[in-house]
């Protein structure tokens, strides 16, 4: 069974830090995405990446970066965090066998920015 | 600019009976679809797609039906049960290769006993 884990459920991080968020598939397929989730915005999407050492913007990816070394992990990175980037972020991945970009979710980290 | 559009952000409906979710779109790429199920703290679930070469695809007791002409699409779920109890995306997507799906923003089914 596919499965998509992210590095911590919960995080309160203080304003200005630097925060990582990682996200580890087991699957060996290239693609890999970031989203944020708010309510009443639903699933938005920041960044994404298509293999190793590539990356391309979502929708909103202002404040926010991304690392993919290897291709089974893909971190967001939040440079200098801001009370306004409190949110669910939700890493997801394609699998081998998907058709039409079904994609597989994490559980998510609920980021919370004080 | 909203590609993607759910415009009841929450439905309430009796056990046992349907629940009808809707989604509408604009932008004419389009050719599959996706609607997701989400529990509080947890990630999203596939839940069933339908590509624009059909106009319907049932799976157990979900059906989504597609009408492109309108560009409209509806998940049905009969019986509703409390635990469909849940938020609802719809997603589309130009199939490309590229996999990005565009997100509606939800729509919150409460299925009561």
């Known amino acids: 069974d596919v499965k998509v884990t992210q590095s911590s459920r919960y995080l309160v991080k203080r304003t200005g830090e630097k925060v990582f968020l990682e996200c580890v598939q087991d699957m060996d397929h290239e693609n890999m995405f970031w989203y944020r989730q708010d309510p009443g915005l639903g699933l938005r999407l920041i960044y994404f990446s298509y293999d190793v050492k590539m990356k391309e913007k979502g929708d909103i990816p202002e404040g926010y970066s991304v690392s993919r070394e290897k291709k089974e992990r893909f971190s967001l990175i939040l440079e200098s965090a801001s009370t306004n980037q409190t949110s669910m972020y939700l890493c997801?991945?394609?699998?081998?066998?998907?058709?039409?970009?079904?994609?597989?979710f994490g559980p998510g980290t609920r980021l919370t920015v004080t | 600019d909203q590609q993607v559009k759910q415009n009841s952000p929450s439905l309430s409906v009796q056990e046992g009976r349907i629940s009808i979710l809707n989604c509408d779109y604009t932008?004419?790429?389009?050719?599959?679809f996706l609607w997701y199920k989400k529990y509080p703290a947890e990630g999203p679930t596939f839940l069933i797609s339908?590509?624009?070469?059909?106009d319907k695809n049932e799976d157990g007791r979900f059906t989504v039906f597609l009408n492109k002409s309108a560009k409209h699409l509806s998940l049905h779920i009969v019986p509703s049960q409390p635990g469909d109890s849940a938020v609802y995306f719809c997603?589309?997507?130009?199939?490309?290769?590229?996999?990005?799906?565009?997100f509606g923003k939800g729509t919150k089914l409460t299925v009561n006993p």
């Open positions: 997801a991945a394609t699998g081998p066998g998907t058709s039409g970009g079904e994609q597989y």
């Open positions: 997603a589309a997507t130009a199939w490309s290769g590229s996999e990005k799906l565009v």
């Open positions: 339908i590509s624009s070469i059909k």
């Open positions: 932008n004419s790429m389009f050719d599959y």
